[in-house]
């Protein structure tokens, strides 16, 4: 942990001091290791799952909360992190409605389990991905409808490692520092999603956009449109003009 962010002046080290490392055995770190998982329970619910809630059933490789990066603290020694494919994180906010730093899940890797405790709308966008709920396999890229009680899995990444899933409203998480995602290295936004943990959205349904309303009054679970991901090799490309540099 390199921040107390209960402080005024969040940083633990200063240019000039000295820092001592101190040699602890296996059993010392796995202490120390399950005394972090007690405290960064920001994402376990003490009350129970509750309204506009979703369970994480299984975390995958790694699964963390994300948002935009937090610039301006290079001068404490914080990188901006954020989602690694940044345009993708924008453009599955974008598909809900959601603002530009709506916190979301970056997922890693295949197996990634959520349980919904409530009517939802999401969309994911990065990796082409095998996903499923209910049995029914659901395409990404586009908005789409979750119901109270199912689990949506996702399987195999077919192209690409990572995805950016966004939820309507956004999670409910800690603004630390200009940001409110996790980063990991710096200890502060919350550690990666362990089994158990529970999320809540923040008015999850109160700003849905008119043409969602219209999908759900119709009772239609996902569009037959959907985006292309940013971080994926198009299909085709087309040289619009060639420069000659000389240096």
Same mark, same amino acid.
């Given at each position: 942990?390199?921040?107390?962010? %209960?402080?005024?002046?969040? #940083?633990?080290? %200063?240019?000039? $001091?000295?820092?001592?490392?101190?040699?602890?055995?296996?059993?010392?770190?796995?202490?120390? $290791?399950?005394?972090?998982?007690?405290?960064?329970?920001?994402?376990?619910?003490?009350?129970?799952?509750?309204?506009?809630?979703? $369970?994480?059933?299984?975390?995958?490789?790694?699964?963390?909360?994300? #948002?935009?990066?937090?610039?301006?603290?290079?001068?404490?020694?914080?990188?901006?992190?954020?989602?690694?494919?940044?345009?993708?994180?924008?453009?599955?906010?974008?598909?809900?409605?959601?603002?530009?730093?709506?916190?979301?899940?970056?997922?890693?890797?295949?197996?990634?389990?959520?349980?919904?405790? $409530?009517? +939802?709308?999401?969309?994911?966008?990065?990796?082409?991905?095998?996903?499923?709920?209910?049995?029914?396999?659901?395409?990404?890229?586009?908005?789409?409808?979750? %119901?109270?009680?199912?689990?949506?899995?996702?399987?195999?990444?077919?192209?690409?490692? %990572?995805?950016?899933?966004?939820?309507?409203?956004?999670?409910?998480?800690?603004?630390?520092?200009?940001?409110?995602?996790?980063?990991?290295?710096?200890? +502060?936004?919350?550690?990666?999603?362990?089994?158990?943990?529970?999320?809540?959205?923040?008015?999850?349904?109160?700003?849905?956009?008119?043409?969602?309303?219209?999908?759900?009054?119709?009772?239609?679970?996902?569009?037959?449109?959907?985006?292309?991901?940013?971080?994926?090799?198009?299909? #085709?490309?087309?040289?619009?003009?060639?420069?000659?540099?000389?240096?």
């Amino acid at each position: 942990m390199l921040f107390d962010t %209960r402080k005024s002046d969040p #940083s633990l080290l %200063r240019a000039a $001091e000295y820092v001592e490392f101190i040699e602890i055995d296996l059993d010392e770190f796995r202490k120390i $290791e399950a005394q972090k998982l007690n405290k960064g329970a920001q994402n376990k619910s003490k009350k129970g799952v509750a309204n506009h809630s979703i $369970e994480v059933i299984s975390p995958s490789l790694q699964t963390t909360i994300q #948002s935009l990066p937090r610039y301006g603290f290079a001068h404490l020694a914080l990188g901006a992190g954020g989602p690694m494919d940044q345009e993708g994180a924008r453009m599955a906010n974008a598909l809900l409605g959601n603002p530009d730093d709506a916190a979301g899940l970056e997922i890693t890797g295949a197996g990634t389990k959520l349980l919904f405790h $409530e009517d +939802i709308w999401v969309a994911w966008v990065g990796a082409s991905c095998m996903v499923h709920a209910s049995s029914n396999s659901i395409p990404g890229n586009r908005p789409v409808f979750i %119901r109270k009680g199912e689990t949506l899995i996702f399987g195999t990444m077919l192209q690409g490692h %990572r995805l950016f899933l966004a939820l309507s409203g956004g999670i409910d998480s800690e603004f630390i520092l200009g940001g409110k995602g996790s980063h990991l290295s710096a200890g +502060i936004g919350g550690n990666a999603l362990q089994k158990g943990d529970v999320l809540h959205l923040s008015h999850a349904q109160d700003i849905y956009k008119p043409f969602i309303k219209k999908m759900q009054d119709a009772q239609i679970r996902f569009p037959k449109w959907s985006i292309a991901s940013p971080a994926l090799p198009g299909k #085709s490309w087309k040289l619009l003009r060639r420069y000659r540099v000389f240096i």
